[in-house]
């Protein structure tokens, strides 16, 4: 038989084999192609799919990166290659496969949508954001380039700029639509727009009743309005939805023990069996709970950021500094300005708008919540400072003498959370709320804000009452009572 015939034909044979699902039989019929044109970019790829399937994933990584290097200019390949590289959980090494994709097809909407994803997985999101913009601003009405691009613009800290094409692909039916409708229900949480945003979950389960996320997020909902029972049963709802979920398994398990419910220990263990960083939530719980008992009222809890940060605001003097250290797109200082427009002085943001200067959580390291040096438009009143917090806040601090009001400290990490309250020690004054908006209830929690407080109320003898201290969106709010 002529050796096209052989190939043909084994070529024929593991197509069959393919679309029968025998993906063994379909691997030695393929090797058997090769062997007759080693290094078939088409049979490597095809090769790569069967290996896959039949679950040797690692064989399937040497066809792609066989077929890769014999096509290095054909993006489908790298596109491949990225999307396994992604599920084995070599970040960097997809990233750079993404990146290959969309560099060798950069017209292509799907390589530009996988770099685009895990830019956003990198804590890269502005240059998510700039990656897709062009493609949406081509086709505003594609549904699934105004999701992606929606959810990217939600994940670089724009959720305004984000709803409009979240709706453009709110339209659709199924499960696109009810995921655009989720993550519209989180822009309007994020932008304090509560009533919206139940109105937005709603709407996403009423599509796909199933989906276990608008359950999530309505019990958020349910907590920002005090309403506890209804959040637990929401909870539960996700958790029941999704047995795999485990913010859902501990958010059930936070309020078990907040209501101190005897499953609450069962409902834990079963929470950080599904992800044991989940423990972190629960020492969240257990400091609410002896915070409660040792100032003799139980702090107030939130479901999400902006409902805290109103809340904070009302009980800060209305004379005196008004500031943010941590801005990034300028989201919550633009709430903030919005909700005590006409403070003395004006709002002051701080940020040096090239993300933080060194890792904090295992994957945020330095550069994480980069804008890239773009500052964020604001109204007027606000005034922005550009720079590190120890080269921008000394300064600042001298040109005025008015204490401290409110701040909202967003830092992170605990060397730049120490250089804003060192900076602005002087400054503090008995009625200065404190706003920390990582204080706890992650990994670590203990080193970076946490720490950088305790340190201090030690430092200057501080008396003061824990306003809000919410597991559920990390924040803590104090006002000075007393210091020395």
Request: charged residues 20%; hydrophobic residues 45%.
């Amino acid at each position: 038989m002529p050796e096209s015939n052989s190939f043909d034909a084994s070529l024929t044979t593991a197509r069959q084999a393919m679309a029968a699902r025998r993906w063994r039989e379909a691997c030695e019929h393929l090797e058997a192609a090769l062997a007759r044109r080693p290094g078939d970019p088409a049979v490597l790829r095809s090769l790569a799919q069967s290996r896959f399937a039949s679950g040797q994933a690692e064989q399937a990584l040497q066809a792609l990166e066989a077929a890769c290097t014999t096509a290095p200019d054909h993006s489908p390949l790298h596109y491949d290659r990225a999307q396994l590289l992604r599920r084995l959980g070599r970040v960097e090494a997809a990233l750079s496969a993404a990146e290959t994709a969309q560099a060798t097809a950069p017209e292509a909407p799907a390589p530009a949508l996988l770099l685009a994803e895990l830019l956003v997985e990198a804590k890269r999101s502005a240059e998510a954001v700039d990656l897709l913009a062009p493609f949406f601003t081509a086709n505003p009405e594609d549904p699934q380039i105004s999701l992606a691009f929606g959810a990217t613009l939600l994940a670089a800290g724009l959720p305004d700029e984000a709803l409009a094409p979240l709706e453009v692909a709110a339209s659709q039916p199924g499960p696109p639509g009810a995921f655009a409708l989720h993550n519209r229900a989180t822009c309007l949480a994020d932008l304090g727009e509560i009533d919206a945003s139940v109105a937005a979950a709603e709407a996403a389960l009423a599509k796909l009743p199933g989906l276990p996320g608008p359950q999530w997020h309505l019990g958020l909902c349910a907590l920002d309005r005090g309403d506890r029972p209804d959040a637990t049963a929401r909870f539960a709802a996700a958790r029941r939805a999704n047995p795999r979920m485990a913010l859902a398994a501990a958010y059930h398990a936070a309020l078990l023990q907040l209501n101190e419910q005897d499953d609450a220990t069962k409902a834990w263990r079963e929470a950080e069996g599904l992800d044991p960083d989940q423990s972190a939530l629960r020492e969240a719980v257990t400091h609410h709970q002896e915070t409660s008992r040792r100032e003799g009222a139980a702090p107030a809890i939130f479901g999400f950021k902006p409902s805290l940060l109103r809340f904070a605001l009302a009980q800060a003097p209305d004379q005196g500094l008004h500031c943010e250290f941590g801005v990034f797109t300028g989201r919550s200082l633009r709430l903030l300005a919005e909700t005590r427009p006409t403070p003395p002085g004006g709002w002051h943001g701080f940020d040096s708008f090239e993300g933080l200067p060194e890792a904090w959580l295992p994957d945020e390291g330095a550069g994480a919540y980069s804008t890239r040096g773009r500052l964020p438009e604001m109204p007027e009143g606000v005034h922005l400072h550009g720079g590190w917090f120890a080269e921008t806040l000394p300064g600042f601090v001298k040109t005025t003498s008015a204490p401290l009001a409110f701040a909202n400290i967003d830092c992170d990490i605990y060397a730049s959370t120490a250089d804003v309250l060192q900076a602005l020690t002087g400054r503090l004054t008995v009625g200065t709320v404190l706003v920390f908006d990582e204080y706890f209830a992650y990994p670590g929690w203990r080193d970076h804000e946490y720490k950088a407080f305790r340190e201090l109320v030690e430092q200057r003898g501080l008396q003061y009452r824990t306003l809000a201290l919410s597991p559920f969106t990390r924040q803590a709010a104090f006002r000075i009572e007393a210091l020395t």
